[in-house]
């Protein structure tokens, strides 16, 4: 099997986004998105995202939101952001879910709704995303949204810090 450059990849997938495929139109977009293979260019990154999470594809759909929540080669605008996250969420996708969560406790991008928030957590920290891990065991230790416990605490900022989360490792050693 032969392996491909960062531009021959890019070269390959254009073809394939310009006949409207979804996963090449979000690879091309990553390419622009970070130089690989092409001259980095964020506007045409997010062009790229667009295509595809216009047809719903969850990773254009969450590479956009980020773009979207930076203003990175688009206007920063965090309520679209959040609508993004929230439609990749729906459909499965995991680091959505966990961004959906961040910004539904911080109020950014939607009114601040806590429960709401603690629920998209709880649900990527189940499925395994070390960020919500290390977040849902903050806010067990704190009390942020629900009651204190340190038990709950140290297992989840545990599983985050063995899937290499370095703040919940900090974390657990200051117990």
């Not at 960062?6 to 990553?30: C, I, R």
């Not at 979207?68 to 996708?93: I, M, P, V, W």
């Amino acid at each position: 099997m032969k392996a491909f450059t960062w531009k021959e990849a890019f070269e390959d997938a254009l073809e394939g986004a310009k006949l409207g495929k979804l996963p090449y139109q979000t690879f091309v977009g990553y390419c622009y998105d970070n130089g690989r293979g092409v001259r980095r260019d964020v506007q045409k990154a997010v062009s790229w995202y667009e295509k595809a999470a216009l047809n719903k594809y969850p990773d254009a759909m969450f590479n956009l939101a980020i773009m979207c929540a930076k203003g990175r080669g688009t206007q920063r605008n965090a309520s679209r952001a959040f609508e993004l996250y929230k439609e990749a969420a729906r459909k499965g996708h995991l680091q959505a879910e966990t961004n959906l969560a961040v910004m539904y406790l911080d109020g950014n991008g939607v009114s601040q709704d806590v429960a709401e928030g603690l629920r998209w957590l709880r649900k990527a920290a189940r499925r395994g995303d070390e960020k919500a891990q290390y977040n849902l065991g903050r806010a067990y230790l704190v009390g942020e949204g629900l009651r204190k416990n340190e038990s709950h605490a140290k297992s989840w900022l545990s599983r985050a810090a063995n899937a290499g989360n370095i703040k919940a490792r900090r974390l657990l050693k200051s117990l």
